[in-house]
């Protein structure tokens, strides 16, 4: 399994899973269909799936016209069915969505918003993180409760600590200004950013991360309790 990310709209991210031998696909998350259909085109992919994460239009902008023109299924959160288009296949909680070589667990993590999802690739150690968990940030509360994100946020922080994070956007250099201003002697942050600005200097994405370095830099998944939790996101809102 491969995953290409694809860069959409202004710092979106949208990825396709693709299976090597079959060169079938997924897209996560498309946020507009012409990159989408670019690649597909250009490397000879079929296009099975559309994984949505949460229903905002920067990650299901794209949903229409894909499924127009490769008659795919689109899989997301069966309490998200009236509000993401074009939805075939809902999913809940703790299952698992399998075809063919594709095996996802489903982990329901609002926060964000109140019917956001993740994909977790648990053969392949992989999670489709959304809006929720960001490399070095989180998402903003727009529908749920801060309690809700940080039961959200340490849901996937129990994952085996080698899992690549694969996160909605590239906010991460922004994100790590916020970290390393309430975290100013961490050694190992310091290193990552150095890391960080070194790719976006050339051009290339952060993501994705490693659930151990997001443990260890992430002042999010550091909040001990969902009260400096909480601080934390109003301060990073006004940041
Ligand atoms: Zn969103
Ligand atoms: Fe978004």
Redesign the pocket.
């Known amino acids: 399994m491969k995953i290409e990310i694809i860069k959409c709209l202004q710092d ?1 991210y949208s990825y396709l899973i693709i299976d090597k031998k079959s060169q079938d696909a997924c897209v996560v998350d498309p946020s507009e269909a012409k990159p989408i259909i670019n690649f597909v085109e250009n490397n000879r992919i079929n296009l099975k799936y559309i994984l949505n994460t949460h229903h ?1 239009y ?2 299901v902008g794209g949903n229409l016209e894909l499924k127009k023109k490769y008659n795919i299924d689109v899989v997301g959160f069966i309490g998200d069915k009236d509000r993401i288009p074009e939805i075939d296949i809902l999913v809940q909680d703790n299952q698992i969505w399998k075809s063919d070589i594709f095996e996802a667990k489903i982990y329901h993590i609002p926060g964000h918003t109140t019917g956001h999802i993740a994909f977790h690739f648990f053969k392949e150690k992989k999670i489709f993180t959304g ?1 929720t968990l960001f490399s070095l940030g989180c998402g903003r509360i727009f529908e749920g409760t801060y309690k809700q994100m940080f039961d959200s946020l340490n849901k996937i922080k129990k994952l085996p600590t080698d899992t690549k994070i694969y996160c ?2 590239e906010y991460t250099l922004q994100n790590s200004n916020f970290c390393i201003a309430n975290d100013p002697k961490n050694l190992k942050l310091k290193d990552k950013i150095i890391e960080i600005r070194e790719k976006l200097k050339n051009n290339l994405p952060t993501v994705p991360s490693i659930l151990n370095d997001e443990i260890e830099c992430n002042i999010f998944l550091k909040a001990k309790d969902v009260e400096s939790f909480s601080k934390l996101r109003d301060l990073k809102d006004n940041f």
């Open positions: 979106n905002h920067d990650h809006d909605g956007h």
